[in-house]
């Protein structure tokens, strides 16, 4: 599983590199195209498994009962966001963060105390979103405000990108012994965080997004999610996995659809798809964490 997971980020950093460069040379509005075009696809159907990844985890219960509830809870972050944005939208943001830092990290802190694993998960998260917001202020302070009406600063950006290199310093020394990881591992990952520094810095908000969210958290999600569900990785399994997601995706594609015509002479497209992703990230990210504690139970 290693080699397989070793051998994906390979091919990852060539694709980040292949891509940054093209990136050059691309229309603006081709970019953007491109980087919504792999958000919507690679990036949304990576969460559409959710409904047979509880069915796996907890196998004695109706698969209609996990659909109720799953849509019950996306809705109701949807209004929440819709009511109460400047409280909803920090909650995804620590979401997200965790998932990202958990994605990349949760082989390495399988024996790691839990409350030192979770809060490194959330600050190594949240310090890869705030590189992306930092280098693309303009556009992310456009969108904050456009969702909760709150104008950020400058200096918050900074002070959180600090804050959270910090926290994640600290809480990776606490647990170094317990940590299933070389000193080569940790070296490459080093070497990630600087090519994301160098990817988030030379690119927009829209390009950086959709080349971390696409690249280094959906694909290795992908795989893992596949190994879970039907024991190993291969073409077959994936034609599975695809054949499974493919009904959930068409419906949050479908629904976006909706949101986008009838919103498509304002300001605010770039606003609406991120309260979408939003929605949809929130209960996505527990059943994850409930896979992952499945697998390292077993």
Known sequence: MFKIMSKLYNYIIVLNFFLVWIGFYLPEQIKTSIGLLGILSIGLIH??????????IQRQQS?????????????????????????????????SAYHFGEQHWQKAFLKAPNYIKQLFFICYGNLVIGMILYFNQVESTTIIENLSGFVVNESIYLFNILVSL?????S????????????????LNIFYLLLFTATFYVSD??????????????????????DFSFGS????????????????????????????????????????????????????????KKMFEKKAST
């Open 63 to 95: 698969i209609l009962k996990y659909i109720f509830y799953y849509s019950l809870f996306i809705i109701s972050f949807a209004v929440a966001f819709y009511l109460i944005p400047i409280v909803s939208l920090p909650v995804f943001i620590l979401a």
């Open 233 to 288: 990785i291969n073409f077959q399994n994936l034609l599975m996995y695809l054949k499974q997601s493919f009904v959930y995706w068409l419906i949050s594609i479908i629904g976006l659809i909706v949101f986008y015509f009838l919103l498509k002479d304002t300001k605010y497209i770039l606003s609406i798809l991120f309260a979408f992703i939003a929605s949809v990230t929130i209960p996505h990210v527990f059943v994850v």
């Open 205 to 226: 908000l829209i390009w950086s997004f959709a080349l971390y969210f696409v690249l280094w958290h959906s694909l290795p999600s992908l795989k893992d999610q596949i």
């Open 166 to 170: 910090i926290i994640t310093s600290i």
């Open 172 to 187: 990776f020394i606490l647990c170094a012994k317990k940590i299933n990881s070389k000193a080569s591992t940790i070296v």
């Open 47 to 56: 969460g559409s498994n959710d409904i047979f990844l509880i069915k796996n």
